[in-house]
Each structure stands twice: as C-alpha cells, then as structure tokens.
C-alpha cells in the first residue's frame, strides 16, 4: 500500500495535466478581470483621447488611432507573459 501511495505522488502526467488546467483558469479568470475593468474604464478614455485630439491638430489624430491598439497589444503581452512566466521561473528555480 506504501508503494502505491508513492506511485501516485511522482505522477508526472497528472502534474502536468494539472499545471495546464491551472493555466487556463488563470488565463480565463484575467481576461475577464481585463473585460471588466477595460468596459467601466473605456468611455472617460475616448473622451479624453477626443478632448485632445480636438485641441491639438498634428499629433492628435494619430495618438487616438494609436493609443487603443498599443493598450490592447500591451494587455496581451501581459497576460501571455504572466501565464508564460509560471512555467519559466518554475523551470529556472527547479520547483
């Protein structure tokens, strides 16, 4: 019974089921802390990127086309570097 009981706790395909199953909740959970967040904040963004926009003529256009494509780029980058970086410190400290 103490041999089976072994077995189970070096089950390397369970952990690494695990490891995955943790991953994806975890990416889950933050995409839709990120929805929520990004939905209450975005209105009072856009009218602030308006705002400026109207009063400065030569560079306003072109940071309210940019400024939402560089905030998405940087929230995925984020969250891929947060969900890649579990498994990369875990690698690199030996856990």
């Given at each position: 019974?103490?041999?089976?009981?072994?077995?189970?706790?070096?089950?390397?395909?369970?952990?690494?089921?695990?490891?995955s199953v943790v991953?994806?909740?975890?990416?889950?959970?933050?995409?839709?802390?990120?929805?929520?967040?990004?939905?209450?904040?975005?209105?009072?963004?856009?009218?602030?990127?308006?705002?400026?926009?109207?009063?400065?003529?030569?560079f306003g256009p072109?940071?309210?086309?940019?400024?939402?494509?560089?905030?998405?780029?940087?929230?995925?980058?984020?969250?891929?570097?947060?969900?890649?970086?579990?498994?990369?410190?875990?690698?690199?400290?030996?856990?």
């Open positions: 019974m103490n041999r089976n009981l072994l077995q189970l706790r070096s089950d390397k395909q369970g952990v690494a089921v695990l490891e991953i994806f909740i975890a990416l889950t959970i933050s995409v839709l802390v990120l929805v929520v967040v990004l939905s209450n904040l975005w209105p009072t963004f856009t009218n602030a990127l308006t705002n400026y926009s109207t009063n400065e003529t030569t072109t940071v309210k086309k940019l400024t939402p494509l560089l905030i998405g780029v940087a929230v995925l980058l984020m969250i891929l570097a947060t969900v890649f970086g579990i498994k990369i410190f875990r690698e690199v400290f030996g856990e």
